[in-house]
């Protein structure tokens, strides 16, 4: 009779097995053949040929090169990439004017241009005599004295009853946020200035003004990479010229820009113009832009409606937008225009001038 309730013993063979595989690995030997090197060695076989010794479809390249006649070398010169660094320049430096005043717009905050005006004055032989980091002005020494100075503000020959002449750049924050607005004006004085002249609100001459300032932004240009950034100058950024007002019980939000009204005029309908929003009707002396107020999504619809209805499609007056002079600064308002009944887009065409601007 079989006693089926032997058990067999496993673990000599086990034992056995530990003691096999151990040995392998402490002689280097491995289980599994390493190929890793045999690339180094290996001979490239033939390529496989049919019965009339042509390579197999599946050898043949297929994307091959096409032959070239001759060196090639424009024909496949890769194009070098547009230079846009000229389109950024004139963004980032552009001289604007309204009516006699003339200024550089700079895409940069006070703070880092104020060190680079000083250089150029320098470097021009104008140097700087008097300066003032809160009112945000430099004032030059005598130009008459200095032969690289009186080059730049075209003096001719000099002589003994000839006015004596101070240049003066004033720079202030922007309209814009994080830009800065550099006026340069020459002026006529009786004597060597004892201290900072106040800022001469004329122009004495505009084309030179704006020939100067064009010199000035061509040093800004060139000295880009070795900008510093003054720490005294740093009062100037924290007064901006544009603030949003909210609303009263008098009047609904509106904008307040600390500049003349020439000025605000002209900046606004340059954000209407950049902002796409269509001007029906515009009067400078009464102070008011008609426009079509809504947003250009709505436009569309409409006008695609108008389209589909054979109707002529053009913008309609929805708002009123009002310039108004209050406490020295001027107030932006806009309002429902007279004969509109749909919606009033009043405050978001605030809020897109405001974004804009600030």
């Known amino acids: 009779m079989t006693d089926c309730s032997r058990k067999i013993d496993f673990r000599p063979r086990a034992a056995f097995l530990a003691v096999a595989i151990a040995g392998l690995l402490g002689s280097g030997c491995s289980l599994i053949n390493d190929r890793s090197d045999d690339y180094a060695t290996a001979e490239q076989s033939r390529a496989l040929t049919g019965i009339d010794g042509q390579p197999l479809p599946r050898q043949r390249a297929e994307f091959p090169i096409r032959a070239v006649e001759g060196s090639g070398t424009l024909a496949n010169q890769v194009p070098e990439p547009p ?39 320098n470097e021009t032989g104008l140097a700087v005599a008097q300066d003032s980091t809160q009112l945000g002005l430099m004032q030059s020494e005598i130009v008459n004295f200095s032969r690289r100075a009186r080059d730049l503000v075209g003096l001719d020959e000099a002589s003994a009853d000839e006015p004596r002449i101070v240049v003066q750049v004033r720079l202030a924050p922007g309209v814009r946020r994080k830009t800065t607005e550099v006026q340069v004006r020459p002026r006529s004085v009786a004597g060597s200035p004892d201290g900072l002249l106040p800022w001469q609100d004329e122009s004495m001459d505009q084309g030179l003004e704006e020939d100067l300032l064009e010199n000035l932004s061509s040093f800004l240009q060139s000295r880009e990479d070795s900008r510093s950034y003054s720490r005294a100058a740093l009062a100037m950024d924290s007064e901006p010229r544009v603030t949003l007002l909210e609303a009263t019980a008098e009047r609904d939000q509106a904008i307040s820009i600390d500049l003349p009204f020439e000025r605000v005029w002209s900046e606004i309908r340059r954000v209407l113009e950049d902002e796409n929003i269509p001007v029906l009707d515009l009067d400078q002396t009464a102070g008011y832009f008609l426009v079509d107020g809504r947003p250009e999504e709505d436009r569309r619809r409409s006008w695609l409606t108008s389209w589909f209805a054979g109707d002529e499609v053009a913008p309609e007056a929805t708002n009123r937008i009002l310039l108004s002079e209050e406490d ?31």
């Open 83 to 121: 230079d846009l660094t000229a389109e950024i320049l004139d963004e980032n430096y552009v001289v604007e004017t309204v009516d006699d005043q003339s200024w550089l717009l700079v895409n940069d905050v006070p703070g880092r241009i104020w060190p680079a005006v000083a250089a150029w004055m």
């Open 328 to 358: 020295g600064s001027i107030v932006v308002t806009a309002e429902r225009a007279d004969d509109y009944n749909g919606s009033n887009y009043s405050r978001s065409l605030i809020t897109r001038l405001y974004d804009y601007l600030y």
